[in-house]
């Protein structure tokens, strides 16, 4: 059964970078068909997919956030990253890693993605 676990700080200073890893169990990030995606779900909000990494290595970013974000991984590891770049209070979330059999870039309902991690809590303050 793969399993996905988010690890990062808990806190970044304005204007820093934001940085989360996914580790994957059960699993390895290469096998076809499967995406793996960051997702965040902003207070009162619905959620956001942020972008996403294919077992190809091929990545996929949201227009509104792909200026300052980069998706990466370490298949040694068996992991993903994200990156968030001069982050700012508005990305003050829940940030969530999860994997799907295709590229997936609207969320209507969490059912989409097979599999989540449970969720890193990020603040934004100085």
């Known amino acids: 059964q793969v399993q996905l676990q988010e690890s990062g700080p808990g806190l970044v200073k304005p204007s820093q970078t934001l940085s989360l890893t996914c580790t994957v169990s059960g699993g390895s990030i290469t096998t076809y068909p499967y995406y793996w995606s960051w997702i965040r779900q902003p207070p009162g909000k619905g959620l956001e997919w942020m972008g996403s990494?294919?077992?190809?290595?091929?990545?996929y970013y949201s227009p509104s956030l792909k200026s300052r974000t980069s998706i990466s991984r370490d298949t040694v590891k068996n992991h993903f990253t994200l990156q968030l770049g001069a982050v700012s209070p508005e990305d003050q979330t829940k940030y969530y890693c999860?994997?799907?059999?295709?590229?997936?870039?609207?969320?209507?309902?969490?059912?989409?993605?097979?599999?989540w991690g449970r969720g890193t809590q990020v603040n934004v303050s100085t």
């Open positions: 999860a994997r799907s059999g295709r590229l997936r870039r609207v969320i209507t309902t969490k059912a989409k993605y097979d599999t």
């Open positions: 990494i294919a077992y190809s290595g091929s990545t």
